[in-house]
């Protein structure tokens, strides 16, 4: 009713359901690459809490994979140039492409189904 995006996230440990979250986005978006942004951005963000908290009991966790739907997104976050068409899109959504390029999290493509 509102256009505003629901974004759903689960984090597994090995095969292990940890935490999920069902998170309705803040704002109407015109792109759909600027709401998976603050969407993968969101998730960088739990993913680093995550890896903390692990590190806080003695496991070492390294290059952890965010799986995104998005090819779009993908090749953002890949890429360090600013584009014309993603020039919209806010500084504190690439918040991602920094951990990406830092080896913090690894982003990879996964297909959804309809």
């Known amino acids: 009713m509102d256009r505003k995006r629901t974004s759903r996230t689960c984090h597994l440990?090995?095969?292990?359901l940890i935490?999920?979250?069902n998170?309705?986005?803040p704002c109407v978006a015109f792109s759909t690459v600027k709401v998976e942004c603050?969407?993968?951005?969101?998730r960088s963000t739990q993913i680093l809490w995550l890896?903390?908290?692990l590190s806080d009991f003695g496991f070492k966790v390294t290059n952890v994979p965010l799986f995104?739907?998005?090819t779009s997104?993908?090749?953002l976050t890949k890429k360090p140039m600013q584009h014309s068409r993603t020039k919209h899109i806010e500084i504190r959504h690439h918040f991602i492409k920094e951990h990406v390029s830092n080896g913090f999290?690894?982003?990879?493509?996964?297909?959804t189904r309809k």
Request: aromatic letters at 6%.
């Open 13 to 16: 440990l090995r095969s292990s």
């Open 19 to 21: 935490s999920w979250h």
């Open 23 to 25: 998170n309705k986005q």
């Open 38 to 42: 603050i969407a993968a951005g969101n």
């Open 51 to 53: 890896k903390q908290q």
């Open 68 to 70: 995104c739907d998005n």
């Open 73 to 75: 997104v993908i090749n």
């Open 105 to 111: 999290c690894e982003i990879k493509f996964v297909e």
